[in-house]
């Protein structure tokens, strides 16, 4: 760890003008992932802007029914909102099945989508990673890749996105509320998250000094959504895969699904193949399995995660049987 | 040998000594013991795997305010034996493992101790290294022992003729990968030198184990040697023998006289020099007959070690004396790899091997059609199959009897794959355990009295276990007194010698050196002793262990839930049942033998340190991605024991409880996954992937 200066924000755009001034400056939110960064020395910023004080910690639900969730609102907070456990059950349950009771309380709204992989190349400063260091090569490739990608990936970084949060808001449709020096923008969910390419060290499409102020959740239908992580331990274990959805059922027949994978690519998944697949198509096992083996017919494992593959594939049809109606809920 | 304790005090639940000072955090542990204007060590760790350092460049790092001085091999104070080479730290360039220990950062702060390790640059020269155990190597050989002493071949009868004749056999490999300690407390040493004595307030199973080791490396007579450590945040064996680590504190102290020297390891670093369980590959091979007796057992066992030091894990020795049969073999063969030197982990030997051979007694009751309880009745030894002894007392059939009852073993369907429920597989599965009663000579304890009260001091360490309280139980039984009138001194080399923390075998060669004190104190002192009076006595030889075979043993029983989609892996109901001998505290033997068998479970489904070959070091190396089993994954643990005593163990008629809570669990867990599922698991841990259809 490096020495640092430490600054208390007084208010967001003085943030952005401060961060944005400085190369090496980073915002600061719960500190849950970038103050482990900095003591791994993968992360070296010379000047912390702490914005976790800022009034952007309200849950507001609109009149039109959407939901404006600040940038500072705890994780644990936001899981235990009774609008997002009534109409975004696959958030809250996302949410909870993310890190630990310890640091729920303290990890922010931001702060969780931008937390950066845990690929344990990336986290080691002894070992090549492009992510890291640009140019040095990707060490992940031909070595422990348990958890890592097998959509979207590129001969440079096969590094998964850690959030389980983000794999829900990107099957919501939600947005988030972007500040930078030249205003106000807003940027869906499914977009804020990079495919490595030739640039694996850029996670997002933010540039340097714009803050993520707020998520912003549209009032469409979500209260038959879940969220389910698979992972090997029962509580504080990334997901080895895991699968957001919402399923919209008339008459039989699937009239929308929404899905998002994630612990499968470098960013939260949408799996526009299979909802296209999806649509109009009877709502059963056969066609569930179906639009997953077509979302999954481009995955390439690496080495040892090639059980990734049939686990997506079980678990999307395990969480759209799930959300089924049955007989007496038609 | 000393008469037997008759129990007062032994046997009652006590609460911890302890436990207050822990719970509000006032408990002093080493990194934490008071010194005055200190400075902070941070080591450097080679960034090969092997090769040698060309050239070291610390410029920078001296360069920043704050830096007292950078250690290397260059500079290093010259070490008075380096016979042990995993002990000789920074005395020559060559490097022998990844994470080797190559330097050190001596500073005013430790942020500022760790930025400037972190601007150390050194060049080395490159060689191949070898850190991949697997079944094709050529370069296995054969230790002159193994861990403990034992023999490193056994072979009596003739096993290939009686597995060719076998009605059934069972043939099969398991295996088990490298698992770090990892106890919540992290090695941390301060080191203080004052030009006469090195002080060490070290997180250690044993204050002596330490001085006797390092005293001759650093030139250093015993008595200038001090080492405290007076509550320890567990080990699991990683304390049980010093590390390169605590050479390095103690160097940092003679650069630094009369400044202490802070330094604890990170998580990081606690995968790189403290110890770790060999990974093993095991080929279990049974003959039984038609009516499931054992004919034939051969256990074999390949394991690694390091290059630097040889410690080859006794693996196959449990299958010595587990099960009554004519012919048996074993044996262990090591490969020599460049990597840290392994050691010990709670119930080494035991742990792993009784895995592997109670796994295959799972499968040898399938493949004779009978109940997996039922098998291992019908292969109760009347003696030890191994030395021809007694038994002290082998009650194990009663263990599973009543494991049994307690989870309900009789309503599990004798076929695998019976049991669906909400998308769960459901089984059943079973183990025996068993550790044996060691006993280490050469402890002693002093008793002094005054004004009413008793001081009795040794030399032992409580890693957690309980020691403070049993160990003042055990006192005042000996003297006959209440136990508030006993004022027990541990944790200090400076305090009569004792054996280290290891072995389960703490409370009986500590508590017969109490024990022989006090009755040598009563003998010379009275009933009623004068002020200032005082005994000292030395742990007498046992007769009991050298007549009878002494062993600990258990059932553990399980039911295990695989998600018919997922393949998750959780465990809802564990059933421990233990004979264990006399139990000092129930309180906290209950909390080992829980403590054992989480990690237990923690082994089957979740450790696994990975070593990525091409750098050859372990890349997994924090707990987001070690994992442990956390609160989630321990759900109802059904812990009991036998009311018994042993005469032949010692005079408390105990034996011990630190290890065998461990054994047993992993193969009862992927017996219930067979159960569960019908798939068989050889390979640990039991992740999901290995169980996705």
């Known amino acids: ?330 | 040998m000393t008469a037997p304790v008759q129990p007062h005090a032994i046997g009652t639940d006590q609460p911890r000594v302890d436990g207050v000072a822990k719970v509000t955090g006032s408990a002093t542990y080493a990194y934490e013991h008071p010194v005055e204007h200190p400075v902070h060590l941070h080591p450097l760790h080679s960034t090969i795997a092997r090769g040698r350092i060309t050239a070291v460049d610390t410029s920078q790092a001296e360069a920043l305010p704050g830096v007292l001085t950078v250690l290397t091999h260059l500079n290093a104070p010259r070490l008075a034996d380096t016979s042990d080479a995993e002990l000789a730290v920074l005395q020559t360039a060559d490097i022998a493992y990844r994470g080797q220990l190559v330097g050190a950062v001596i500073a005013e702060t430790p942020e500022v101790a760790r930025h400037a390790a972190s601007l150390v640059h050194l060049t080395y020269h490159q060689q191949p290294h070898d850190t991949v155990l697997h079944a094709d190597r050529d370069d296995f050989y054969t230790p002159e022992s193994v861990n403990g002493g034992f023999e490193t071949d056994t072979d009596s009868g003739d096993v290939e003729s009686a597995l060719r004749e076998a009605a059934v056999t069972v043939d099969a490999t398991y295996s088990t990968p490298t698992e770090h300690n990892n106890p919540m407390e992290p090695h941390t040493t301060v080191a203080l030198w004052n030009g006469q004595v090195l002080t060490l307030f070290d997180s250690t199973q044993g204050v002596h184990t330490v001085r006797t080791t390092l005293a001759p490396i650093l030139g250093l007579d015993p008595e200038q040697l001090r080492v405290v450590a007076l509550n320890v945040g567990g080990g699991f064996g990683s304390k049980g023998m010093p590390h390169p680590h605590n050479v390095l504190a103690a160097m940092g102290a003679q650069v630094t006289p009369g400044r202490a020297v802070k330094m604890a390891l990170t998580r990081q670093e606690m995968f790189t020099v403290v110890g770790y369980r060999t990974p093993t590959i095991q080929r279990v091979r049974y003959g039984a007959d038609a009516d499931g007796h054992l004919t034939a057992i051969v256990h074999e066992v390949l394991e690694q070690s390091s290059t630097v030091k040889e410690f080859a894990e006794q693996t196959a020795v449990p299958a010595r004396m587990m099960y009554a049969c004519a012919n048996r073999r074993t044996s262990h063969r090591v490969a020599a790899l460049d990597v840290a030197v392994p050691s010990w982990m709670r119930a080494p030997g035991e742990c792993p091997g009784m895995y592997a051979t109670e796994a295959a007694m799972d499968e040898l009751a399938a493949a004779c059609g009978l109940d997996p309880i039922e098998l291992r009745v019908r292969n109760e030894p009347e003696v030890d199959p191994e030395t021809g002894k007694p038994w002290s007392q082998r009650r194990l059939l009663e263990c599973l009897y009543e494991g049994a009852r307690r989870i309900g073993w009789s309503d599990r369907a004798p076929q695998p794959r019976a049991r669906l429920e909400d998308g769960w597989w459901v089984g059943l599965g079973v183990s025996a355990s068993t550790y044996p009663h060691n006993v280490m000579p050469g402890s002693h304890a002093k008793i002094s009295y005054a004004a009413g009260r008793y001081s009795v001091q040794i030399g032992a360490v409580d890693i957690g276990t309980g020691a403070w309280t049993a160990l003042a139980q055990i006192a005042a039984d000996a003297l006959r007194c209440p136990l508030d009138a006993v004022d027990l001194q541990i944790g200090d080399s400076a305090l009569p010698m004792a054996t280290v923390a290891g072995g389960s075998s703490g409370t009986t060669s500590w508590g017969t050196a109490i024990t022989a004190a006090a009755e040598l104190f009563r003998h010379d002192h009275g009933e009623h002793p004068e002020d200032g009076v005082h005994s000292e006595a030395v742990m007498p030889e046992l007769p009991g262990p050298l007549e009878t075979a002494i062993h600990s043993f258990g059932a553990q029983l399980v039911e295990v839930r695989v998600h018919a989609d997922t393949g998750e892996v959780r465990v809802p109901r564990m059933v421990g049942v233990f004979s264990v001998g006399r139990v000092v505290n129930p309180r906290t033997v209950r909390s080992q033998l829980i403590g054992g068998m989480t990690m237990g479970l923690s082994m089957a489904l979740h450790e696994q340190s990975i070593t990525d070959p091409r750098f050859g070091h372990v890349v997994n190396h924090d707990f987001a991605e070690y994992h442990i089993a956390a609160h989630g994954d321990v759900a109802d643990i059904d812990v009991s024991w036998l009311d018994e005593h042993d005469p032949h163990a010692n005079p408390m008629g105990t034996r011990g409880v630190g290890e065998i809570g461990i054994v047993g669990t992993a193969s009862a867990i992927v017996s219930a996954v067979h159960h569960a599922t019908g798939t068989r698991v050889r390979d640990l841990p039991v992740t999901a992937d290995k169980l996705l259809e």
Request: charged share 20%.
């Open chain 1, 1 to 330: 760890m490096i020495p640092f200066d430490y600054q208390r924000a007084d208010d967001a755009a003085s943030a952005v003008a401060t961060v944005a001034a400085r190369a090496d400056a980073a915002f600061l939110g719960g500190g849950t992932n970038l103050v482990d960064r900095m003591k791994l020395g993968v992360d070296n910023p010379t000047l912390l802007v702490d914005i976790s004080r800022l009034p952007l910690n309200a849950v507001d639900v609109q009149p039109d029914g959407s939901v404006h969730v600040g940038t500072n609102v705890r994780n644990s907070d936001l899981a235990a909102h009774p609008v997002i456990r009534a109409h975004y059950p696959a958030l809250s349950q996302a949410l909870l099945a993310g890190a630990s009771g310890q640091l729920r309380n303290l990890a922010t709204t931001g702060g969780n989508l931008l937390q950066r992989t845990r690929c344990v190349y990336f986290q080691d400063v002894t070992t090549p990673c492009n992510k890291r260091e640009p140019g040095s090569g990707c060490s992940a490739i031909g070595g422990y890749t348990r958890y890592h990608a097998i959509l979207g990936s590129s001969p440079e970084c096969i590094a998964v996105h850690p959030s389980d949060m983000a794999v829900a808001l990107a099957a919501l449709d939600a947005t988030v509320v972007v500040v930078g020096p030249d205003g106000e923008r807003h940027v869906p969910v499914t977009e804020l998250h990079r495919l490595p390419g030739a640039h694996p060290e850029r996670d997002t499409v933010l540039a340097h000094g714009e803050l993520i102020t707020a998520v912003h959740l549209s009032p469409t239908g979500a209260s038959r959504s879940a969220y389910r992580k698979v992972r090997d331990r029962a509580s504080f274990a990334f997901a080895l895969v895991s699968v957001a959805a919402t399923l919209e059922v008339t008459d039989g027949t699937v009239t929308r699904a929404r899905i998002a994978l994630g612990g499968v690519a470098h960013k939260p998944w949408r799996a526009s193949r299979a909802e296209e697949l999806l649509r109009g198509a009877p709502a059963t096992e056969d066609s569930y399995r179906r639009a997953a083996e077509a979302e999954l017919a481009d995955a390439v494992p690496q080495g040892e995660n090639a059980f990734k593959i049939p686990m997506v594939r079980n678990t999307l049809v395990s969480v759209l049987r799930e959300l089924t109606p049955t007989e007496e809920q038609r």
